[in-house]
């Protein structure tokens, strides 16, 4: 009967250390990456010109007067600077991209602006109109206005964030949304991405810095959708006592039940 006691005893004792103390490996990000150490990151692709963005275009010169005619009513007050120097935080007029990666810009016509960064549309408009001859002291800033990824799952606040730089990474985005809970497996963030009308998928493992800083979705791109998976022990938690059986409590009532059952069996 001693015997039984301490055997029943011992498993409880084992059982409660072991899921008490045990360290997850899994949680550290970029794990390896020591002081000093360098890791060739994946080449930056900064944002391009999709169909359906809509970009602010705004024309600025010496002679405010001449680059009005070029921009749009409001467009130039949302960027920053108004022509007397003021700044402004109105509601944006902006260009659509047409499917065929086309804008419809005033005196220039159609330009084709589809695949090319920030800076190349920018690029493009001046010499545009240097070229012609309509402003030759031109300088152009562009934004996108509705560049967004979407960060899903297992995060402290899910929802759509803005794309406010060229090369934001998946880290950067992740912090948008304030960081994953502790139940988010870091191992395994999927990122699905829309290319050439396809949706693609991309795993990425964030606590592999080799794994992580040389995926094709390192860098974000408009329409990005990053969603982070529970772990196991958060899923049960969608059923009924789904993780009663793993908890020591649980099993330390089991032990005491069966030593019960062993004493009315051996008395």
């Known amino acids: 009967m001693k015997l039984i006691n301490r055997i029943f005893g011992a498993f409880a004792l084992t059982l409660f250390l072991a899921t008490s103390c045990s360290t997850p490996k899994k949680i550290t990000y970029m794990q390896g990456f020591d002081n000093g150490e360098v890791q060739a990151v994946k080449e930056q692709r900064r944002i391009t010109v999709e169909s359906d963005d809509a970009l602010a275009i705004v024309v600025s010169s010496k002679d405010p007067e001449l680059a009005e005619v070029f921009n749009l009513p ?11 120097g003021s700044s402004s935080n109105s509601v944006a007029g902006s260009y659509t991209v047409a499917p065929d990666g086309t804008i419809n810009f005033p005196l220039l ?8 960064t920030r800076v190349e549309v920018a690029k493009l408009v001046e010499n545009e109109l240097m070229n012609r001859g309509l402003l030759k002291d031109a300088v152009v800033t562009v934004e996108f206005m509705n ?16 794309i406010d730089r ?32 396809k949706d693609v998928a991309y795993r990425v493992d964030l606590t592999d810095t080799q794994n992580l800083m040389q995926s ?52």
Not at 109 to 116: D, E, S
Not at 147 to 162: C, F, N
Not at 189 to 196: C, H, Y
């Open 74 to 84: 409001v467009a130039q007050r949302r960027i920053g600077m108004t022509a007397s």
């Open 147 to 162: 560049a967004t990824i979407s960060v899903l799952g297992d995060v402290a606040h899910p929802g759509e964030y803005t």
């Open 166 to 197: 060229d090369n934001l990474t998946i880290l950067q985005a992740l912090s948008k949304a304030g960081d994953l809970n502790i139940t988010g497996l870091r191992d395994n963030v999927l990122v699905v991405r829309e290319e050439n009308g």
């Open 216 to 267: 094709p979705a390192y860098y974000m791109q408009q329409n990005d959708v990053v969603y982070v998976e529970p772990n196991d022990t958060k899923k049960r938690q969608a059923t009924v006592n789904g993780n009663t059986v793993l908890t020591p409590s649980f099993w330390l009532s089991v032990a005491s039940l069966l030593t019960t059952i062993s004493v009315l069996i051996f008395k």
């Open 109 to 116: 016509g159609v330009l084709r602006i589809g695949g090319l």
